[in-house]
């Protein structure tokens, strides 16, 4: 295969010279936890998923057949397997099994459709690509014959879960004949090769290809675990999409490093969710605000439901205090805070050592060796309370885009990533995100963080979610439209909206929302970011003039 070129993208000498030094990274693949535990207790559960139970010998010596099946269709050290797949074992084994050879694991986000995936597959030159039948009443077969003629590296489809169309594989046409090959079960021992290719899924530009190597992906993983005092005696919850940074790390790798299971759920539903919680005694959960607030709202649920949970880390998308608070109270567990991102995973949170006023109310601490700096424009750092620009380096931090033409704006000289969120660290070097760089409200040229209001429109009674996006204004340029998800069966006005706002939070009369718009939903990408370029493209059809996108 001809993307083998990948393998030999390495991180920056001195970052490399000086985590190899300190021992931060350890030189570990990530695909070698599984083989170990599998070795060590065979009989152990592993996997739970909606066909099954699997043991750690079941499981590591399917990801051995895959692997043989992936050497046999070509594919080698550094080629790219692209898979586009729901929370199901397949997915886990296609990792694995990628990574065993020392190829590159690149997941498409299921949600993705024509263009996302054709710019992906296009751009990361994929040969062979993995996608289920159907998944939430969509045709998948069919999508990639639409696009397959733009894809001319694209020789191999495999097809899970049902018919395969002409030009495809079914996944016993991809495995036939195929015994376990000693290739397959010998990785490589390059533990700064790249392992991950996961394109962010953007809210505001096309996706980009975000590089990982085994030495990020572990150390990330070691911190959490550190972190969080997890032990072979976890079970991990995993409703996030395992093909976006968090299912990735937490669904598809950290369970196996611990030697404890995984029970992984494909389309989310509360009641579902907490049922498995409860069943298999999940104690541990990393996913994005939605999902949070479902188990936390949904009516069914009791307190024997989550009894065994521990761990609630909410990140991936604003996280209001007050959902913090109420669920720490309702699910009986640690809810905490994490900021991170597809390029530095997990930069920071809180655990039970930090106050509950921390936990509700910021984005937590550094974790491990994760370091954080805001500046001002000119890149020099402000002072402890003061809002700039977040920058973050560490362990953790991916290697580059695929498309090296970005790492120049994205980096600075000394090796810091530039976050695109605006943040302040507190003088307890507590950091909070107050919005993105082209999150702001530019109101009389005063700047209007649209999260603030959020944050406070988020505790309203009758307000199920909330985004405050920009609207032009010929005299103050800007002013601050909130879209409003309302609660069943509530009838929501601004005028209620903004007299709730001055007479509770006391909120200065510039920030508060000047237009309401409602909807049924807020379009989200799978880690829960509102899509606020599309509510803009919305505003703009329905005749509403909409501030540009900074």
């Known amino acids: 295969m001809s993307t083998g070129a990948l393998g030999r993208r390495r991180p920056h000498p001195d970052r490399a010279a ?4 300190t021992g931060l990274w350890e030189g ?3 695909d070698s936890h599984l083989r170990t535990a599998a070795r060590r207790h065979p009989d152990r559960r592993a996997l739970v998923d909606r066909a099954g139970e699997w043991t750690y010998g079941a499981l590591d010596r399917e990801v051995d057949r895959w692997a043989a099946a992936l050497l046999r269709h ?19 084994v296609l990792h694995q099994a990628t990574l065993r050879l020392g190829a590159v694991s690149n997941p498409i986000i299921p949600i993705y459709r024509h263009s996302e995936v054709a710019f992906i597959l296009r751009q990361a030159r994929s040969e062979i690509l993995v996608v289920p ?3 939430r009443g969509f045709d998948f077969p069919a999508m990639v014959g639409d696009i397959r003629s733009e894809l001319p590296d694209l020789a191999t489809v495999v097809v899970v879960g049902g018919r395969a169309p002409d030009g495809t594989l079914s996944v016993d046409e991809f495995l036939a004949t195929t015994e376990a090959d000693p290739r397959a079960g010998d990785p490589p021992s390059d533990a700064d090769a790249i392992a991950l290719l996961l394109y962010t899924s953007g809210t505001t530009s096309a996706p980009k290809g975000a590089l990982h190597t085994h030495d990020t992906l572990d150390y990330e993983n070691r911190s959490m675990i550190e972190f969080f005092g997890l032990s072979s005696s976890d079970v ?7 093909a976006h940074i968090t299912g990735v790390l937490y669904g598809l790798q950290l369970p196996f490093m611990l030697g404890g299971a995984v029970v992984l759920l494909d389309v989310w539903e509360p009641g579902v969710g907490l049922e498995l919680i409860e069943r298999h005694g999940c104690t541990f959960v990393v996913a994005a605000t939605p999902f949070l607030h479902g188990l936390v709202h949904h009516p069914s649920r009791t307190p024997e439901a989550t009894r065994t949970l521990r761990t609630f880390a909410c990140g991936g998308a604003d996280v209001p205090p007050e ?8 699910l009986g567990c640690l809810v905490s805070r994490v900021y991170g991102s597809t390029e530095f995973p997990t930069a920071t949170s809180t655990n039970l050592s930090d106050p509950p006023v921390k936990r509700a109310r910021t984005d937590g601490r550094v974790i491990g060796a994760a370091q954080v700096s805001v500046v001002d424009d000119r890149d020099r750092p402000v002072p402890p309370g003061e809002p700039g620009h977040l920058l973050v380096r560490g362990p953790e931090l991916f290697v580059g885009y695929l498309d090296e033409s970005l790492d120049a704006e994205s980096f600075t000289p000394d090796g810091w990533f530039r976050t695109g969120d605006r943040a302040v660290v507190d003088d307890d070097g507590y950091l909070e995100i107050t919005g993105r760089q082209k999150d702001i409200i530019v109101r009389g040229g005063e700047n209007i963080s649209a999260k603030e209001i959020e944050d406070h429109l988020f505790e309203h009674p009758k307000v199920a979610d909330v985004a405050v996006v920009a609207v032009a204004d010929p005299v103050l340029v800007e002013r601050a439209c909130a879209v409003v998800v309302p609660r069943p069966g509530a009838e929501v006005e601004l005028g209620e909206l903004t007299a709730w706002l001055v007479e509770r939070h006391r909120i200065a009369v510039q920030k508060l929302p000047e237009r309401l718009e409602l909807v049924d939903e807020l379009p989200r990408t799978a880690s829960g970011k509102v899509q606020k370029f599309k ?4 505003l703009r059809r329905s005749g509403v003039a909409v501030a540009p996108n900074r």
């Open 74 to 92: 070509g594919v080698g050290p550094g080629d790219v397997v692209s898979w586009q797949l729901p929370n199901r074992w397949e997915a886990v």
């Open 236 to 242: 991990v919850f995993m409703p996030s999409p395992v």
């Open 535 to 538: 509510l803009r493209d919305r």
């Open 28 to 30: 570990t693949r990530v």
């Open 18 to 21: 000086a985590y190899d030094a």
């Open 133 to 135: 039948a159907t998944f």
């Open 323 to 330: 959902l913090v608070r109420r669920a720490a109270e309702d």
